[in-house]
């Protein structure tokens, strides 16, 4: 039994010491927020497609240039028949002349002047979307940072409970060491001995347990930041747990104001107001100012130079007086779409809100409960473990004692680092977070 313990005492110190030899990279919060907002696929993402909104702007608004094109042949024709009119009419007697080649060259330009209002609302359609498509890149990097704070609360956890299950653990394995001697001497019963060396195997599931849960979260977040896999993050108490929290939202109304997929909302309406226009402008007639310069060489009849031309053209689509009515309907009714998400987004929003304080406030008292909690357990342990020293309590009573302590401890670890994660989720709600980092880099 002792060859064992101490084999296995001697593994554990070995695994303990390899883990704590691996060198660990510490980013404070801040830093790696901007960290995830440099190189994470979210964000990328995001900004791409901001990139492609504004491209489809331009796009549009090159609609309001003229259409120049030139355009030039040259045909060789192989025995052409001609009959001239012109030498009939005239009574000539001229021989037919040899046509064997045709050249052509023109420039035409084509300038919209009114096409009911279509390219003037069109260009506010793409930029309501591109100002909405921002808003969502904005929104984007909120989220990004929430997941950030949100990987740093679990890793600090994590973190935080190893460490105290260690340290529980070398006590726990004090105790079957002491247990040893004093059941080698008779002085106490096998099975107390039997219980201690459990409560070590109980101690150690959690902790192989914690372990799991650390590596997990640690390697979740080195892919968010695009760290190398191998990499241990190590959260140290003064970068996430440690600092002041201010300006606390107490109801909806900065959300309101600050919540960027709100805001996008809010752009995709006023382009879906635009597209209802741009629908009705068919019912418009279209008018262009056209010209335009032509050069014409067939060779041994007629050569044109300087030919230009100018006017006005106008094209009207007598059709969509009958047709558009299912258009306009269509864009009229995505437009409601839009409204009615707008409605229920701001409903969730205001749900949300309520419902981060609400969690905020109850992270505090259990904070404050879990203080107690630790005063409590540990003056309660020593009371025990005073009874048991002299013989007025019983193995079960201690351990189950020393239980609580551990418990009463981890919890208020925990509930310390749970009330800064329902702190910047009340300001991500909020949507405020983002505006916190970025203004500590000013």
């Known amino acids: 039994m002792k060859v064992s313990q101490i084999m296995f005492l001697g593994i554990f110190f070995i695994g303990i010491n390899s883990i704590e030899a691996q060198e660990r990279t510490s980013f404070s919060l801040e830093e790696a927020i901007h960290m995830a907002w440099t190189k994470s696929n979210e964000v990328s993402l995001a900004n791409t497609k901001v990139n492609t909104k504004k491209y489809e702007l331009q796009s549009v608004k090159n609609n309001q240039y003229p259409d120049f094109k030139v355009s030039g042949q040259y045909q060789r024709l192989a025995k052409a028949s001609v009959d001239l009119k012109i030498n009939k009419n005239s009574g000539s007697t001229n021989s037919v002349p040899v046509v064997n080649q045709l050249m052509i060259a023109q420039a035409n330009a084509n300038l919209p002047i009114f096409a009911g209002f279509k390219i003037q609302n069109s260009i506010k359609v793409y930029d309501n979307l591109y100002q909405a498509e921002t808003a969502n890149s904005l929104q984007t990097k909120e989220d990004v940072a929430m997941s950030v704070v949100n990987y740093y609360a679990s890793l600090y956890k994590a973190q935080k409970t190893v460490e105290l299950l260690k340290e529980n653990q070398k006590k726990a394995q004090q105790r079957v060491t002491d247990f040893l001697e004093l059941e080698k001497n008779g002085i106490i019963p096998r099975n107390d001995l039997l219980k201690s060396q459990l409560q070590v195997s109980k101690v150690q599931l959690s902790l192989d347990e914690a372990n799991n849960n650390l590596n997990i979260v640690n390697f979740s977040l080195t892919?968010?930041?695009?760290?190398?896999?191998?990499?241990?993050?190590?959260?140290?108490?003064?970068?996430?747990?440690?600092?002041?929290?201010?300006?606390?939202?107490?109801?909806?109304?900065?959300?309101?104001?600050?919540?960027?997929?709100?805001?996008?909302?809010h752009f995709q309406e006023k382009a879906s107001e635009a597209n209802i226009k741009v629908a009705r402008s068919a019912y418009y007639p279209s008018l262009s100012l056209i010209a335009g310069y032509t050069i014409l060489d067939v060779k041994n009849v007629v050569t044109v130079q300087n030919a230009m031309n100018f006017g006005v053209g106008v094209s009207y689509d007598l059709s969509s007086i009958l047709k558009n009515g299912t258009m306009v309907k269509l864009a009229e009714s995505k437009a409601s779409e839009v409204q009615n998400s707008e409605d229920m987004l701001t409903d969730y929003i205001k749900i949300q809100v309520q419902k981060s304080i609400e969690d905020y406030q109850l992270a505090l008292k259990q904070s404050n409960v879990y203080g107690e909690a630790v005063e409590q357990s540990t003056e309660n342990y020593r009371i025990i473990k005073d009874k048991y020293d002299n013989g007025l309590s019983d193995t079960n009573d201690l351990l189950e004692a020393d239980v609580e302590q551990l418990n009463a401890t981890i919890n208020k670890a925990l509930a310390k680092a749970n009330v800064v994660q329902k702190y910047y989720e009340l300001l991500s709600v909020t949507g405020q977070l983002s505006k916190t980092f970025n203004l500590s880099k000013i």
Not at 232 to 239: G, I, N, R, T, Y
């Open 223 to 265: 892919t968010l930041l695009k760290l190398p896999a191998d990499t241990k993050l190590e959260v140290k108490e003064s970068d996430f747990v440690d600092f002041r929290m201010d300006n606390i939202p107490t109801n909806e109304e900065p959300a309101l104001q600050n919540r960027k997929d709100l805001e996008a909302i």
